[in-house]
Structures are given as structure tokens and as C-alpha cells.
């Protein structure tokens, strides 16, 4: 090391590590000898350290994603071979399909009424046939067990879940009666519309490129509350 | 690994106060290395223990590169299931951590090329709807309305910054800055040399200075 440093000299690496503190004893005396001729170098080292700061300080190094327990057995279910929903977003730009799960209502929701998540794996079926099959119940709240089973009597899948909290009766929650589906046909998305109104398509399950159904949900979620 | 040399800070600098990247397990639960050798012979509890281990890493890194969460999430998991597989060839060459941020670097950095993603772009539709970067760390309900609207501000001028940066410049300074890795894990994880980092370093912070720096020095 130059113990003369000129201030032009003090190049790209050298400025790395001297802002992040990693100069000998005898480069930083170089340095500060090239500072005194050069004050600006000096101010420029400061301003470095500074925006450091600013950015350890907003962003996070580490932060859990939503739903952490979801996003580990998504990954073990995936890894032991269990099928399951690789990617359910709406082409192009608009908004991904099942983000809402994740989005910041959906933790009261979860803590509130454990509302199951169903993830429908299309077979080509629908709803009321025998070949109506869930592939899996999710409860984000560890202390709703969720259960599916098909009830040759009522003629439907149906979700049993236990240890839910009762609903305030001022909330409010609406919820589709899927009525009907479209005939489901391979490579051909299937489209349910409402009991109430059978010419109004509310959801489509669409079997993806690669390898499973994409849901598509037309206009709100099936569950509406009011938060 | 390179000499990090110690002293005193010039100019009176305050110590960097790098964020500890991989703290050892408090729950007694194994070490990397171990987990990873028990994962190679087919144990996915052990992996599920790596997974949750590093979840909020690999999701936080995404997130300050791409700035969308529902990106961030699914990007993740594209790590993870990427990193199983990828397990039987990994031979400890480096420590299981950088190899996991390579690989979340290469899955994020072929997503951004994909969505055609640059300087001046917008990353998303749903940008917008993404927490900003300071609200996301200040806790919501320690502070006034005026700093979270402050933070949040400060976090969207970051996020807006950062998007002015190449994907290789954007991933140096965060690797550097947010998760404090050393020059040498920074090119493991992005696949180059001491020297490109320390110089994708120098130009990103010299960039996001001009960008930032009425945030952290308001009277200039």
C-alpha cells in the first residue's frame, strides 16, 4: 500500500471496503492522508454509509411469508410426490388468481372463522358426481382440523371442520351456491355458474399447461366479509 | 474467504450494524451441514427444518427484488422445490445458505428477464398493492400514523430506487446491505467474481445515492 495515497488512486474496490470497513490499519492511513488532500472523498465514504443505514433499516433481511405453515407443507407435500396446485394465476397482468389467500384480510379471516381452504383438483368432474374430488382441506388455524368426505346421500363432497369460533352475528357472509357446471371436457376449462342465477358464471376451473387445474374466479370471492 | 480486517472506523463513522445472516440454531435443532447430509439420504423432516429455517430469508430477498409479495411467495417455493432437487449434487463446496441464495438469485433473476424487467419499467400491475418496504418492518403498532406514513413513503422512494438498478446490481447491494454478506459469499450466491462484486457494489451504491440521498441527508 502507497502510504502516499493520491486521491485518484483510491479506485472502486478500495471505496468498497473502506465503506464497508474491511481496510488494514495501514490503508486507512493512506487513505485518510488522501482524504486530507481530497475532503469530498471523505463525505462521499459518510454518504455511503448513510445509505446503508437507510436500507438496513427499511427493508427487511428477513421477514416470514404469509401463511409460513401453508408455505412449508405446500413444499413437503410437493417433494413427497402429493399433487398439488403448482400455479393458479389468470394470464397476462390481471390480478393472480388466489391472492387473496394471502392477501391481509385473509389472516383475520383465518384467525376469525378458520374458513378451510379447498383446493379443487379437476378430474374432469363436478360438483355432485362421485368423480367430485378435493385433494386437500387446509385450515390456516391450527386448531380447526378440516376433513372431506363424499356423502353418497347428499350427493356431494362434503368439508367437516372442528374447533371452529363462533361467527359474530354482525358479520356478514355471502357465499355463491354453485348450482351448475359446464360439462367438463379434457384441456377445456369447466365453468360453474350460481344457483340463483344460472346464466352468471362465478368461477372456472381451467386444467393448467403443465400439470393441474388453475382457478379463476370471475367476480368476488366465494366468502365476503366486511372488514 | 477474504481477510476482513478490522480498526477504527475513519472519519468518526459509526460500525456498520450488518445484520447477523445465518445465526446458529437456538432450538437445538442440527446444523446446516448435518440437515443437508440426512436431506441427501432422503429425510424431508430434516429438509422441512431447512425450509422453515430460511423461509423468511429466501422470502424477504425475493420480495426487495421483485417488490410484489404474491411474486415473492411463489418465487419462494420455486426455490425450495428447486433446492430439493438440486440437493443430491450439492457437495458443500459452499456453505448451504449461499447455495440456497444462488439459487433463489437465479430463479428470481430469470423471472425478472422473462417479465422484461428494467430500468424505469414498472415491475407490476399489483405494485401498488404491495406493502411498502418500511411499513413492512415497523411494526404497525408502535408507531404514529405520521411515521408509518413516513415509513411507507421512505419505503416506496426504496423500492422505486431500487427498480432503477440492473437485476445484478439491484441483487449485490441487497445481498451486501440487507443481508450482510461478505464479498465472497456475494459471488457465490451470484455466480461472479470479488472484483465484478465490489465494482456492481460501488456503481449501485453511487446510483442509489443519487437517487436517495435527500432521505438521509435532508439538508443537502
Not at chain 1, 93 to 98: V, Y
Not at chain 1, 142 to 149: G, K
Not at chain 2, 74 to 91: G, T
Request: aromatic share 8%; net charge negative; glycine share 6%.
Amino acid at each position: 500500500m502507497n502510504a502516499n495515497l493520491p486521491p485518484d488512486e483510491i479506485n472502486e474496490e478500495l471505496m468498497t471496503r473502506w465503506i464497508d470497513g474491511h481496510l488494514s490499519p495501514a490503508e486507512l492511513e493512506a487513505v485518510a492522508r488522501a482524504v486530507a488532500a481530497e475532503p469530498m472523498l471523505g463525505r462521499e465514504m459518510e454518504s455511503a454509509q448513510k445509505l446503508g443505514g437507510l436500507l438496513r433499516q427499511h427493508l427487511p433481511a428477513g421477514l416470514e411469508p404469509p401463511s409460513p405453515e401453508f408455505f412449508t407443507s405446500r413444499i413437503m407435500e410437493e417433494i413427497q410426490g402429493v399433487p398439488v396446485l403448482r400455479s393458479m394465476r389468470p394470464a397476462a397482468a390481471g390480478p393472480r388468481g388466489w391472492t387473496w389467500l394471502r392477501s391481509s384480510w385473509f389472516a383475520p379471516l383465518a384467525s376469525a372463522a378458520a374458513v378451510a381452504l379447498l383446493f379443487l383438483v379437476s378430474n374432469g368432474a363436478r360438483p355432485g358426481s362421485q368423480n367430485f374430488d378435493v385433494a386437500r382441506v387446509y385450515a390456516p388455524d391450527p386448531n380447526v382440523v378440516a376433513n372431506s368426505f363424499y356423502s353418497e346421500e347428499a350427493g356431494a363432497t362434503v368439508i367437516d371442520l372442528k374447533g371452529l369460533q363462533a361467527v359474530p352475528d354482525e358479520r356478514e357472509i355471502r357465499a355463491y351456491d354453485v348450482a351448475d357446471a359446464e360439462p367438463a371436457a379434457p384441456g377445456k376449462p369447466q365453468v360453474f355458474h350460481a344457483a340463483n342465477d344460472p346464466e352468471r358464471a362465478i368461477m372456472v376451473l381451467a386444467p393448467d399447461t403443465v400439470d393441474g387445474p388453475r382457478f379463476r374466479e370471475l367476480h368476488q370471492p366465494v366468502f365476503r366479509l366486511p372488514f | 474467504m477474504e481477510a476482513v480486517l478490522t480498526g477504527p472506523m475513519f472519519l468518526d463513522a459509526a460500525p456498520l450494524a450488518m445484520p447477523e445472516v445465518v445465526p446458529p440454531p437456538s432450538d437445538g435443532a442440527p446444523e446446516d451441514a448435518e440437515l443437508v447430509r440426512r436431506c441427501q439420504e432422503g429425510r424431508h423432516d430434516a429438509y422441512e427444518t431447512l425450509v422453515v429455517r430460511y423461509r423468511g430469508r429466501i422470502y424477504a430477498l425475493i420480495l426487495n427484488m421483485t417488490g410484489n409479495d404474491a411474486d415473492a411467495w411463489d418465487l419462494s417455493q420455486d426455490v425450495f422445490l428447486k433446492a430439493w432437487k438440486a440437493l443430491p449434487r450439492f457437495e458443500a463446496r459452499s456453505q448451504f445458505f449461499t447455495w440456497l441464495y444462488r439459487i433463489a438469485h437465479n430463479v428470481t433473476y430469470d423471472w425478472l428477464r422473462k417479465r422484461k424487467i428494467g430500468p424505469g419499467t414498472e415491475f407490476d400491475d399489483a405494485l401498488g398493492q404491495t406493502p411498502a418496504a418500511g411499513a413492512v418492518t415497523v411494526p404497525q403498532g408502535s408507531t404514529a400514523p405520521d411515521d408509518r406514513l413516513r415509513n411507507k413513503e421512505v419505503g416506496a422512494r426504496i423500492a422505486g430506487a431500487l427498480k432503477e438498478l440492473s437485476p445484478e446490481h439491484r441483487a449485490v447491494v441487497l445481498l451486501k446491505e440487507v443481508d450482510g454478506l461478505s464479498y465472497q459469499e456475494i459471488a457465490d450466491s451470484v455466480g461472479c467474481t470479488l472484483g465484478t462484486v465490489m465494482s456492481r457494489l460501488f456503481y449501485a451504491r453511487k446510483r442509489l445515492q443519487t437517487l436517495l440521498r435527500d432521505l438521509y441527508e435532508p439538508e443537502n
